[in-house]
């Protein structure tokens, strides 16, 4: 895979809110799930940018702009007793795809977990979505088939947390 030699990867600022915004938008729109997308740009600027956020965002930029992005948290393996990185949303534009910025974004995400002697760098992807889970295996990553993951969200979180 070749990387645009002129495309860089930096820390996303607060004024990148906007951009982020539309990148998970478009994200969604790409995963069939555009009526879920319910975050602002407040929202993206006090979870990613305000003074508590443990959130943290990438922005890979060329020459015509920013070209795509990562969120990443960090995560904790009590087994490992370390670190790790968790990948919660990359993306590349249509337009960039096929030029490295994802490959550039994973690397700089990896580079930083081996940096730090982080244990671990995981993600997931949806089961459906061939293009990515071939470019994940090409780089290396093995899919967690023993794990399931599981969700509580909207009501059922709610409900839940009353019960």
Do not use: C
Not at 42 to 62: Q, T, Y
Not at 132 to 140: K, M, N, P, R, V
């Amino acid at each position: 895979m070749n990387v645009d030699a002129h495309a860089t990867v930096r820390a996303a600022r607060s004024d990148d809110a906007p951009t982020i915004l539309s990148f998970i938008r478009e994200l969604a729109i790409y995963e069939a799930a555009e009526h879920e997308v319910v975050a602002t740009e407040s929202d993206i600027e006090a979870r990613l940018f305000g003074s508590d956020a443990n959130v943290h965002a990438l922005i890979a930029e060329d020459a015509d702009g920013p070209q795509g992005f990562a969120v990443y948290f960090l995560s904790f393996s009590t087994w490992l007793g370390r670190h790790g990185i968790f990948l919660e949303d990359l993306y590349v534009t249509p337009a960039a795809r096929g030029a490295g910025i994802g490959l550039l974004l994973l690397k700089h995400l990896a580079g930083m977990a081996v940096a730090n002697g982080y244990g671990r760098f995981e993600w997931n992807v949806l089961d459906w979505n061939t293009p990515a889970i071939g470019f994940y295996e090409s780089i290396g990553a093995k899919p967690q088939s023993e794990w399931i993951g599981y969700r509580l969200e909207g009501e059922a979180l709610a409900a839940f947390a009353r019960a």
